[in-house]
């Protein structure tokens, strides 16, 4: 099954932006993955076991490495056009 996924990270820190980024640039490491990020969150899709672990891994590397936050995550069955 395909997936698309809206992401939003709130770092439950005062220097955020260096917590944002470096869970992005993870997630886009992934080249599986479609990826889109704007002002408000960060759109993924792919083959849903894909997805779900990458989600996964990036939040774990990324609470190792920046401590407390919060990940908001929407799944919708199916590819949405989130690169257009």
């Known amino acids: 099954m395909q ?3 809206e992401l ?3 770092p439950l820190q005062e220097d955020y932006i260096p ?3 470096g869970f992005i640039e993870r997630l886009a490491a992934d080249t599986e993955l ?3 990020t704007n002002a408000m969150s960060t759109q ?3 083959e849903a076991e ?3 672990t990458v989600v ?3 939040l774990t590397a990324s609470h190792a490495q920046f401590g407390k936050q919060v990940l908001v995550c929407k799944f919708i069955p199916g ?3 989130i690169g257009d």
Do not use: D, M, Q
């Open 3 to 5: 997936v698309t996924a």
């Open 8 to 10: 939003s990270l709130y």
């Open 19 to 21: 917590v944002i980024k």
């Open 34 to 36: 479609t990826l889109v």
């Open 44 to 46: 993924i899709s792919g």
């Open 50 to 52: 894909r997805v779900f």
């Open 56 to 58: 996964r891994e990036t």
């Open 79 to 81: 590819l949405l056009p």
